[in-house]
């Protein structure tokens, strides 16, 4: 982004040298998805409507989901595919303890929803995590939604950081990243049987987007889709990612 009389602080530094950049602190999270976006790999203009994914030569979707007739998930949007730096640090952001990333995926994710969510949703909340033996060490989508909710300073969204959260894992479930297709159907189905909603009056009747960081399928938003619908009598059921992964290039 070429420097402006708008940007006191100067030109942003650009993704990833985001945590020395100064409108990480003094700019609105707009600046971040604008500056972000010349270094990420944006979606294709002609992905697929449903899941983002890149569609094959003859305008179809590979993704099994969006063709399966018991899909309960609507839509699931993307603010970038999964690859060069963005991999790098969710990947460092998850695994490596580089937990000071949050704040620079909580500001992409609140300055999409300023860019992109046309249709406001009643509550935003995280695809769960199980804190615990064989899975995640922190909640690691819970505190990019945390910090996304601090950084709204006008409270224009509702996002879901209340203890208990709006919807919540049990226990440790079958990793689905790396799997194939059928094993990633079989870690949803799991996954289902692990999810509760403590206060079905928080998502009853509404419009609620899960926030994840990185869809491959989508099988796993997919279940937690079927929680809010079943459990949460939700409304409709939407989602947002960090990142898609393209198809045969699977994280």
Known sequence: MAPSAELPAGAPLGFPRCPK???VRVGPPRICVACASQSLE?????????CCQKLTDDGSCPNWLCSDPRRRISRI???????GSL??????????GAYGWSLIFGRLLLGWLEQHADDPPDLIVANPTYVGPGEQRFAHTER????????DILGAWRFD?????????????????????????????????????????????????IYDDVCTTG???DAVAGCLLD???AADVEAVVLARTLWGNRA
């Open 87 to 96: 991999r790098n640090k969710i990947i460092r952001y998850k695994y490596d």
């Open 42 to 50: 944006d979606i294709a203009q002609s992905a697929c409507p449903i």
């Open 161 to 209: 950081t209340a203890s208990p959260r709006a919807i919540m894992k049990d226990r440790a479930t079958p990793q689905s990243a790396r799997n194939t297709a059928s094993a990633k159907r079989a870690a949803a189905r799991e996954l289902r049987s692990a999810l509760r909603i403590p206060d079905p009056s928080l998502t009853s009747g509404g419009k609620v987007l």
């Open 21 to 23: 950049c100064p409108y």
């Open 144 to 151: 990019v939604l945390d910090v996304a909710a601090r950084e």
């Open 219 to 221: 099988s796993q938003l």
């Open 231 to 233: 459990e949460g009598h």
């Open 77 to 83: 949007h993307a603010i970038a595919y999964l690859s």
